[in-house]
């Protein structure tokens, strides 16, 4: 096995002095150099044959003990120099103060044959400087939770950060799954995932926070130079380094990009629950899978995370605002290096006429309209009405709006309610709705055919539903990844009918509807 490291983050930022794995705030440094923690019997559980073949490996590599080794943090390749990034964040609205990869441990940076580079990063892999009152481990778990939701992401066509492989440690892991006193051992595990970068708004927020201008620049910079370099050939560097225009230009994309990615989640019915400013990447990725979840029936005010139950802050329907309020901060980290406020305010608002604008289009879309025209937020008004005022199946409601002859027994048939019986208030309002929407897509210059085709092309069939992943997740636990592997395999056609994997495609069962992992989701993991 060969990968080619390149490890520019660690040579071009400035490093923690100190190389020992001491829990402390660690000051004037973008991480610290440590290394992770060896385990007793590591096994591989899962590879993801795509996003080895990102770094060049191959199904013989990823078989093979140095794999095995390596990614299990057994044993460092040639080239790793591993360490933790040191960043700080807001969490649930509250300035947290120095917060870091406290289970994470970068390995390195791999070059691939066609030039693009990966950052490899094990989670679950031992303490670090950062790891604060926490162990640094995983478990089983949350670790199949991520490795899974990360490549089901990456298949649906929503910007994230990937997952090479997943396995179990050998170790038991102590964890108090429900924070209520019932502490029980778990299975480890560690997961390798990968990104261009892993750093976060909170790698900018603990400079400024800090007063650490020096450093907040140098990472601005590099933020830039490498991941936004365009940016440098619109505004040149002058004598003093880097233009005020050249790091608002910098801000300005990481707004859009965090748009594109919020439409996306609305999109699929993806609800992240732990939007801290730490878990927001500078590049607009998905990134840290806790309590997150999948809507079932259409709620936007659903969140899975128990923590955040009361506040809802990080509910479906708030995530843009949220992903807004975010942006803010990391506006508020950056204007050390600008100095003036008009333009990042200006930025700021355009990000909610441009969410609503391609939430719109990406609304559109999902109803096989090719443009938005007047009166067609009326329609996604009452559309949303309507998803609410019974439990309504999203991802199967959308699957079955792509036929002819809609009426409310269609949807029956179809399986995208939750309850048997709907007054008949209730099913004149679907019938009048759906008149007006075939109304409207008569209007279409597109024959039907294409129009379902471009319905399916958006509307996944497949989600990575909460309950299948606490089934797999209870048979990983007893030694049986099949079922890990074969959602993997079924998530890597989200949009096609796989008519052999129907059964995955199924709206939650009832007894998963109040079942802990299914719909409630702590911190914990
Ligand atoms: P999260 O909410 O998972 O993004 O984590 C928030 C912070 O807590 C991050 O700095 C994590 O590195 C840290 N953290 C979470 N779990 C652990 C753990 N088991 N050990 C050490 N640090 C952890
Ligand atoms: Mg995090």
Redesign the pocket.
């Known amino acids: 096995m060969k990968l080619n490291f390149d490890n520019r983050f660690t040579e071009e930022l400035p490093a923690d002095s100190q190389t020992t794995n001491q829990r402390r705030q660690v000051n004037n440094a973008c991480f610290s150099y440590v290394a992770p923690t060896p385990v007793s019997g590591p096994k591989i559980v899962s590879v993801s044959a795509e996003a080895g073949q990102l770094i060049g490996l191959s199904d013989a590599d990823h078989a093979s003990t140095p794999f095995l080794e390596a990614f299990s943090g057994n044993k460092l390749l040639d080239g790793m120099k591993p360490y933790a990034m040191c960043?700080g964040?807001h969490?649930f609205g509250n300035w947290?103060g120095q917060?870091?990869?406290?289970?994470?441990i970068n390995l390195g940076e791999v070059v691939n044959e066609n030039r693009a580079r990966w950052a490899l990063q094990l989670k679950?892999a031992g303490?670090?400087p950062?790891?604060?009152?926490?162990?640094?481990?995983?478990v089983l778990r949350s670790s199949v939770r991520e490795y899974i939701c990360s490549e089901a992401m990456h298949h649906l066509g929503v910007p994230t950060t990937r997952a090479l492989s997943l396995m179990t440690t050998g170790e038991q892991?102590m964890r108090d799954m429900l924070y209520d006193g019932n502490a029980a051992y778990e299975p480890g595990a560690v997961v390798c995932r990968m990104a261009p970068s892993f750093i976060r708004f909170g790698s900018f927020q603990i400079f400024a926070s800090r007063n650490e201008l020096d450093e907040l620049r140098a990472l601005t910079q590099y933020t830039i130079r490498h991941y936004y370099p365009e940016l440098l050939e619109q505004y040149p560097a002058d004598e003093s380094g880097y233009t005020k225009d050249c790091i608002v230009a910098f801000f300005s994309k990481v707004c859009d990009l965090t748009v594109t990615m919020i439409v996306d989640w609305m999109r699929v019915g993806f609800v992240h629950g732990?939007m801290?400013t730490?878990?927001m990447s500078i590049h607009g990725l998905t990134i840290?899978y806790?309590p997150y979840g999948w809507l079932d029936d259409y709620n936007p005010d659903w969140t899975p995370n128990t923590t955040d139950a009361n506040q809802a802050r990080y509910r479906f329907g708030d995530q843009a605002n949220i992903a807004l309020w975010n942006c803010y901060q990391l506006a508020n980290a950056l204007y050390p290096l600008i100095e003036e406020t008009e333009q990042l305010e200006q930025i700021l608002t355009d990000f909610q006429s441009s969410y609503s604008e391609q939430w719109q289009r990406m609304m559109a879309t999902k109803l096989g309209l090719n443009e938005v025209m007047a009166g067609d937020s009326e329609l996604l008004k009452q559309l949303e009405s309507l998803l609410v005022a019974t439990e309504t199946d999203m991802t199967r409601f959308y699957r079955a709006l792509a036929h002819e002859n809609l009426d409310y027994d269609h949807f029956c048939r179809h399986g995208v309610f939750y309850q048997s019986e709907h007054s008949s208030e209730y099913k004149s309002q679907l019938e009048a709705w759906l008149t007006t929407y075939q109304t409207r897509t008569d209007g279409c210059s597109s024959s039907n055919e294409t129009r379902f085709a471009l319905m399916n092309s958006v509307n996944p069939k497949y989600v990575f539903r909460n309950y299948l992943a606490q089934q797999a997740i209870d048979k990983s636990e007893n030694g049986d990844h099949s079922m890990v592997n074969e959602l993997l395999n079924v998530l890597r056609k989200p949009y096609d009918e796989q008519p052999e994997f129907e059964v995955y495609a199924q709206k939650r069962p009832e007894w998963a509807r109040t079942k802990v992992g299914c719909s409630m989701l702590s911190?914990s993991?």
């Open positions: 960043y964040g969490q947290a917060l870091g990869d406290g289970r994470a679950g303490p670090t950062y790891s604060r009152t926490a162990d640094g481990l995983a892991v732990v801290n730490d878990n840290d806790g911190c993991s």
